[in-house]
């Protein structure tokens, strides 16, 4: 009987700490795209994911600053950019 108690309680956990992180986020998430670079700026704290169009995971880059520059480094293509809940196609030619 104890087990089945604990599990609604570790729920409403995880939800209150989804609010709480939302919560934190006050300015919108800005992604400006320059040649093979990405400056992103109102993300601090949150991860920048670099997806393929087959939907294969590239990258990952932890954003540290208010305003971060990150060097791609990618081929010649197109690619999805995702930070928190923003996603942008990008082309890099």
């Known amino acids: 009987m ?3 108690l604990a599990v ?3 729920a409403t956990t995880m939800v209150w700490e989804e609010r709480g992180v939302a919560e934190m986020i006050d300015e919108p998430i800005a992604m400006t795209i320059d ?3 990405v400056t992103i700026s109102g993300a601090q704290g949150l991860k920048l ?3 393929s169009l087959t939907g294969r995971q590239i990258a990952e880059y932890r954003i540290d600053s208010p305003a971060q520059r990150i060097e791609l480094n990618l081929t010649k293509g197109c690619y999805v950019l995702k930070v928190g809940n923003v996603v942008r196609k990008v082309s890099i030619r």
Do not use: H, L, S, T
């Open 2 to 4: 104890m087990a089945f």
């Open 8 to 10: 609604p309680a570790a």
């Open 35 to 37: 040649g093979n670079a």
């Open 49 to 51: 994911i670099v997806v």
